[in-house]
Nanobody, 118 residues
Framework: QVQLVESGGGLVQPGGSLRLSCAAS????????MGWYRQSPGKQRELVAA???????NYADSVKGRFTISRDNAKNTVYLQMNSLKPEDTAVYYC????????????WGQGTQVAVSS
């Protein structure tokens, strides 16, 4: 069983920054892909950014140039640095991960709220 625990959400003014963290525990295999999704009311959950254990990265077009994803494999942790935040970034952000050791299974965190408002 894998547990993903997020932290770092909150309320920030437009143009501000936040850093999200997600720590994975309870696994005895590598989490090959870790990333972040977000969901706002009335919308589908969407991919924000993902990173493989080898460092390959994918971003949603809406966050390119503003968000940076990184991971520390030794700490089993993934980070999302969010800069130049906009009101439309307001959502619940979910950490996720998957592994070739458990194909077809996605692991999810409980979600952390990010609110961008003046």
């Amino acid at each position: 069983q894998v547990q993903l625990v997020e932290s770092g959400g909150g309320l920030v003014q437009p143009g501000g920054s936040l850093r999200l963290s997600c720590a994975a525990s309870g696994r005895r295999f590598s989490i090959d892909v870790m990333g972040w999704y977000r969901q706002s009311p009335g919308k589908q959950r969407e991919l924000v950014a993902a990173i493989t254990s080898g460092g390959s990265i994918n971003y949603a077009d809406s966050v390119k140039g503003r968000f940076t994803i990184s991971r520390d494999n030794a700490k089993n942790t993934v980070y999302l640095q969010m800069n130049s935040l906009k009101p439309e970034d307001t959502a619940v952000y979910y950490c996720y991960g998957n592994s070739i050791a458990t194909p077809g299974i996605d692991y999810w965190g409980q979600g952390t709220q990010v609110a961008v408002s003046s």
